[in-house]
């Protein structure tokens, strides 16, 4: 869609009201507001939210950029031998090399 630069309104000639004066009958604005709307303008902006997916996309291209594990050595290797002993229970030993392959 195109932008468009908007003009004000124009103005209307002829009678123009006379200000309002403030009575003690109407309600105060901060009675009329809600718990919620009150409180958000006494902290003030509210905050920004990001879009759906926005985080997670950040979070795996922080996870992508280190080198560190998501799970801890010492709990992967028992996990392997594990599984491993419940497909044979003749494979119980295995290379440092290759438990890291399995865990990158």
Partial sequence: MARVKHTPASRKSGKKKA????TSTQPSLS???????RERSRRGRKKMRNRQ???ALREIRHLQRSCELLIPAAPFIRCVKQIT???SSEVSRWTPEAVVALQE
């Fill in 19 to 22: 200000p309002r004066a403030s």
């Fill in 31 to 37: 009675s009329s507001q809600s718990p919620a709307t």
């Fill in 53 to 55: 997916g926005t985080v």
């Fill in 85 to 87: 002993n419940q497909f």
